[in-house]
Nanobody, 121 residues
């Protein structure tokens, strides 16, 4: 069974930084793209950043220039470096991964349970 485990969330002051990580377990899961999404109360889940297996990254408009996504393909791990944090960045950040499970040929998607990031003084 595929499991995604996020870590690195917490409380940080405005202007500060945090680094999130997400490790994907399951040796038979061949990961393609990985990414980070976030959801605040009363708002829809939105894309923060996504990175393909080839290293191409996409960012949500609100985080461009402040956040950076990276990955370690050998470890099936994705990271999110968050700088210049603002109060509006406060949300539950969820890790996402898609890939191929075992011998299956159809792409499947998995989600982590999320880690809370709170930006406040």
């Amino acid at each position: 069974q595929v499991q995604l485990v996020e870590s690195g969330g917490g409380l940080v002051q405005p202007g500060g930084s945090l680094r999130l990580s997400c490790a994907t377990s399951g040796s038979i899961f061949s990961v393609n793209a990985m990414g980070w999404y976030r959801q605040a109360p009363g708002k829809q889940r939105e894309l923060v950043a996504r990175i393909t297996s080839g290293g191409n990254a996409n960012y949500g408009d609100s985080v461009k220039g402040r956040f950076s996504i990276s990955r370690d393909n050998a470890k099936n791990t994705v990271y999110l470096q968050m700088n210049s944090l603002k109060s509006e960045d406060t949300a539950v950040y969820l890790c996402n991964a898609d890939g191929y499970y075992g011998t299956r040929t159809l792409l499947e998607e998995y989600w982590g349970k999320g880690t809370l990031v709170t930006v406040s003084s």
